[in-house]
C-alpha cells in the first residue's frame, strides 16, 4: 500500500483539497462539494472577475501540488488529488456570465451557443449538466471546428427568414443591459447594414488598425467581441462555406474580417454604435494562452496578412475592391 505523503505540507494539504481527498468514499465528489462554498464565497463578494481569477489560480497551483503528490507518493493519477475537481467545479459556475444575456432589457426571442464536437478538432468538449439541460439555451452541434466564424454558421442553417435579426457575442465578455435593445434599434432604423459597438479600420501604416467607437460611426471591420446584429439576407451561407474551404485555413481565426468582408461583398455596409455602460471582459478569455491574440504572430498581424492575400486574389471588398 502506497504511503500518503502527510498533511502537514502545505502543497500535499491544497492537493487533497484540505483532506478531502483521503475521504475513503467518492474522494472527487468530497473534493467537489468542499469546493462549491468556497466558489459561492468568491462569486458572491467578488463577482465573476474574481471567480475567474480564482479558477486560473486553482488551476496552475493545481499542476504544481498534483506534481508535488506523485513525487511523494510515487503514484501516478493518484485518486486523493482533488484539487483538480476544484477548479473544475469553480468553472461549471460560469452559468453566471449568461446572466447578461438573460436579463437584458428587450429579451431575445432564442439564445443558441454554438460548439463543434471538438475545439479545434483536437480536444472533445464536454457539456455540463447545466448546460445541456437549460431551458434557455439552445445547443447547436457540428461535427467540424471552422474556427470563431463558428460563433454564427450553425445559427445561419437553423435561422432562414431572411428578416431574422441575428446578434453574435463572445462568451468571455459580460454585455450591458440595453446591448439587445440598442442593436436591435439600430437595425430596424437601417436594415441593409450591420451594427457592433466596437469596429476598426485598416489604415496604409504597416500593421496598424485605427479603433473606430461611436454612434453610428462607419468602419470597415466589425469586431466580434463588441456584439454584433445582422440580417440573416446579409449572408450567402454557400458562399460562406466556400470561402472557408478555398483560403488559407490560418484566416479561419480572424472571424471578425471573414464576417465584415463577406457582408461588403454583399453590399452591407458596418456602422458602430454606443452601449449605455462598458465591456465586462472575463479575465479567462484573455488569460487563455491559446487566445486569438496570440495566433499567428498577433491580431494585427494576422488581419494584415488576411488583406493582402485576398487583395491579391481580388477578393477584397471593405475598402470598396473586389
Same mark, same amino acid.
Given at each position: 500500500?502506497?504511503?500518503?505523503?502527510?498533511?502537514?505540507?502545505?502543497?500535499?494539504?491544497? !492537493?487533497?483539497?484540505?483532506?478531502?481527498?483521503y475521504?475513503?468514499?467518492?474522494?472527487?465528489?468530497?473534493?467537489?462539494?468542499?469546493?462549491?462554498?468556497?466558489g459561492?464565497?468568491?462569486?458572491?463578494?467578488?463577482?465573476?472577475?474574481?471567480?475567474?481569477?480564482?479558477?486560473?489560480?486553482?488551476?496552475?497551483?493545481?499542476?504544481?501540488?498534483?506534481?508535488?503528490?506523485?513525487?511523494? !507518493?510515487?503514484?501516478?493519477?493518484?485518486?486523493p488529488?482533488?484539487?483538480?475537481?476544484? !477548479?473544475?467545479?469553480?468553472?461549471?459556475?460560469?452559468?453566471?456570465?449568461?446572466?447578461?444575456?438573460?436579463?437584458?432589457?428587450?429579451? !431575445?426571442?432564442?439564445?443558441?451557443?454554438?460548439?463543434?464536437?471538438?475545439?479545434?478538432?483536437?480536444?472533445?468538449?464536454?457539456?455540463?449538466?447545466?448546460?445541456?439541460?437549460?431551458?434557455?439555451?439552445?445547443?447547436?452541434?457540428?461535427?467540424d471546428?471552422?474556427?470563431?466564424?463558428?460563433?454564427?454558421?450553425?445559427?445561419?442553417?437553423?435561422?432562414?427568414?431572411?428578416?431574422?435579426?441575428?446578434?453574435?457575442?463572445?462568451?468571455?465578455?459580460?454585455?450591458?443591459?440595453?446591448?439587445?435593445?440598442?442593436?436591435?434599434?439600430?437595425?430596424?432604423?437601417?436594415?441593409?447594414s450591420?451594427?457592433?459597438?466596437?469596429?476598426?479600420?485598416?489604415?496604409?501604416?504597416?500593421?496598424?488598425?485605427?479603433?473606430?467607437?461611436?454612434?453610428?460611426a462607419?468602419?470597415?471591420?466589425?469586431?466580434?467581441?463588441?456584439?454584433?446584429?445582422?440580417?440573416r439576407?446579409?449572408?450567402?451561407?454557400?458562399?460562406?462555406?466556400?470561402?472557408?474551404?478555398?483560403?488559407?485555413?490560418?484566416?479561419?481565426?480572424?472571424?471578425?474580417?471573414?464576417?465584415?468582408?463577406?457582408?461588403?461583398?454583399?453590399?452591407?455596409?458596418?456602422?458602430?454604435?454606443?452601449?449605455?455602460?462598458?465591456?465586462?471582459?472575463?479575465?479567462?478569455g484573455?488569460d487563455?494562452?491559446?487566445?486569438?491574440?496570440?495566433?499567428?504572430?498577433?491580431?494585427?498581424?494576422?488581419?494584415?496578412?488576411?488583406?493582402?492575400?485576398?487583395?491579391?486574389?481580388?477578393?477584397?471588398?471593405?475598402?470598396?475592391?473586389?
Amino acid at each position: 500500500m502506497t504511503q500518503r505523503p502527510p498533511l502537514s505540507d502545505l502543497r500535499i494539504l491544497l !492537493a487533497t483539497w484540505f483532506g478531502s481527498g483521503y475521504s475513503p468514499k467518492a474522494p472527487g465528489t468530497a473534493g467537489s462539494l468542499l469546493a462549491l462554498p468556497f466558489g459561492w464565497t468568491i462569486a458572491h463578494f467578488g463577482g465573476e472577475i474574481w471567480l475567474g481569477v480564482a479558477t486560473i489560480v486553482a488551476t496552475f497551483v493545481g499542476i504544481w501540488v498534483a506534481n508535488v503528490y506523485m513525487a511523494q !507518493a510515487g503514484e501516478h493519477d493518484p485518486g486523493p488529488v482533488v484539487i483538480d475537481e476544484v !477548479a473544475g467545479q469553480w468553472l461549471a459556475m460560469l452559468p453566471l456570465v449568461l446572466d447578461a444575456l438573460f436579463n437584458q432589457l428587450t429579451s !431575445a426571442d432564442a439564445v443558441y451557443l454554438n460548439l463543434p464536437e471538438s475545439y479545434r478538432n483536437r480536444d472533445v468538449y464536454r457539456i455540463p449538466s447545466w448546460l445541456s439541460d437549460s431551458l434557455q439555451v439552445t445547443l447547436l452541434r457540428r461535427v467540424d471546428d471552422l474556427g470563431p466564424v463558428m460563433k454564427i454558421l450553425p445559427a445561419l442553417e437553423v435561422e432562414t427568414d431572411p428578416d431574422t435579426l441575428l446578434i453574435t457575442v463572445d462568451d468571455d465578455v459580460r454585455y450591458p443591459p440595453d446591448t439587445i435593445s440598442a442593436l436591435q434599434t439600430a437595425a430596424q432604423s437601417n436594415p441593409q447594414s450591420a451594427f457592433g459597438s466596437k469596429g476598426f479600420n485598416f489604415t496604409n501604416i504597416g500593421q496598424h488598425l485605427e479603433p473606430v467607437r461611436g454612434n453610428h460611426a462607419s468602419c470597415h471591420v466589425l469586431q466580434g467581441y463588441g456584439a454584433c446584429a445582422y440580417r440573416r439576407r446579409h449572408f450567402d451561407i454557400d458562399r460562406l462555406h466556400f470561402s472557408l474551404a478555398s483560403e488559407p485555413k490560418e484566416f479561419r481565426f480572424s472571424d471578425d474580417v471573414i464576417l465584415s468582408n463577406h457582408i461588403a461583398s454583399r453590399g452591407v455596409s458596418r456602422f458602430t454604435i454606443k452601449f449605455s455602460s462598458r465591456l465586462e471582459h472575463m479575465p479567462w478569455g484573455d488569460d487563455d494562452p491559446q487566445s486569438l491574440k496570440f495566433i499567428e504572430g498577433g491580431t494585427h498581424r494576422r488581419y494584415e496578412s488576411m488583406r493582402q492575400w485576398l487583395i491579391k486574389e481580388r477578393k477584397w471588398f471593405v475598402q470598396g475592391r473586389g
